[in-house]
């Protein structure tokens, strides 16, 4: 019953190495989005895309990059990864642009960067 | 630009006991408002949501929300938590004009069902 699947739950890295985290979904869905999640901020919106091969930048996109070549794909990118991009980051889909659709999340990665 | 304010960062409450996590958002232009709830080691998941019509709306394990738009508030509440509602809660807007790829999200608030 599982609908978005992050490939990675756990992963540890060191500082200035590349790091992909990847993000597919089976619904169908025309948008996906990362989220970075840290305690007492919330949700913030690194990146997100409504269609394959589009892009938008979301509110802290900075160090990040992302990929969508397919439709159910949607990868995250830290070029070179710093101490304060340890964090869970959470990837999320919905379908059409209206405000009232739900996201459906997946499980969550958490990275540590050392 | 909308925000979201969830008033309580952790809220611990007896088991059976009544409990209500507040929320107040920014805008005054319409908006849909949703709680989010994740267990632990899991992702979000939908709790309940107001789009339009009745201010009360229910949703799963006996939660509801009320709209309030004079006061921005839309209050998550449960009359009787069980221990198993230990979770953190997040309350999010989207705005009916921007569609829905901004929705803000609060902080979180984090609770905890004691025996």
């Known amino acids: 019953d599982v609908k978005v699947t992050q490939s990675s739950r756990y992963l540890v890295k060191r500082t200035g190495e590349k790091v992909f985290l990847e993000c597919v979904q089976d619904?169908?869905?025309?948008?996906m989005f990362w989220y970075r999640q840290d305690p007492g901020l919330g949700l913030r919106l690194i990146y997100f895309s409504y269609d394959v091969k589009m892009k938008e930048k979301g509110d802290i996109p900075e160090g990040y990059s992302v990929s969508r070549e397919k439709k159910e794909r949607f990868s995250l990118i830290l070029e070179s990864a710093s101490t304060n991009q340890t964090s869970m980051y959470l990837c999320?889909?919905?379908?059409?642009?209206?405000?009232?659709?739900?996201?459906?999340f997946g499980a969550g990665s958490r990275l540590t960067v050392l | 630009a909308q925000s979201v304010t969830q008033l309580d960062s952790q809220v611990p409450v007896f088991e059976e006991a009544p409990v209500e996590l507040r929320c107040n958002y920014s805008s005054s232009v319409s908006v849909y408002l949703f709680w989010y709830v994740q267990y632990p080691n899991q992702g979000l998941q939908l709790l309940l949501k107001y789009l339009s019509g009745s201010t009360l709306v229910k949703g799963i394990n006996g939660f509801e929300a009320e709209f309030n738009k004079s006061q921005t508030s839309f209050h998550l509440r449960k009359p009787s938590v069980h221990i198993s509602d230990t979770a953190e809660y997040f309350c999010a807007v989207s705005d009916r004009y921007t569609g829905g790829f901004k929705t803000i999200f609060g902080a979180g608030t984090r609770l905890f069902v004691k025996a």
């Open positions: 999320a889909s919905s379908s059409g642009p209206s405000g009232a659709n739900v996201l459906t």
């Open positions: 619904m169908d869905h025309e948008n």
